[in-house]
């Protein structure tokens, strides 16, 4: 256990967490802020694996993250 540290958690589940916990389709969230955000920017408060912020991302919109 000395090994673990607040930054291992993250580094160990990141690339199943959308499988053991998932959020449905981000589709229809992603097409929501689309037309919110329009030209951007957009903030995402606790972005987690990107699930949202990827694909808004990929649609053009300029996303930060805290």
């Known amino acids: 256990m000395n ?3 607040a930054s291992t ?12 916990y998932p959020g449905g389709d981000p589709g ?4 929501r802020l689309l037309a919110v955000a329009g030209d951007g920017p957009a903030l ?4 987690g694996t990107g699930r ?3 694909p808004l991302a990929a ?7 805290r």
């Open 9 to 20: 958690y993250g580094d160990g589940v990141a690339d199943v967490y959308d499988d053991w």
């Open 59 to 65: 649609e053009g919109v300029p996303v930060h993250h």
């Open 52 to 54: 949202i912020a990827v």
């Open 3 to 5: 090994d673990y540290d």
């Open 28 to 31: 229809p969230i992603v097409e």
């Open 44 to 47: 995402e408060l606790g972005i």
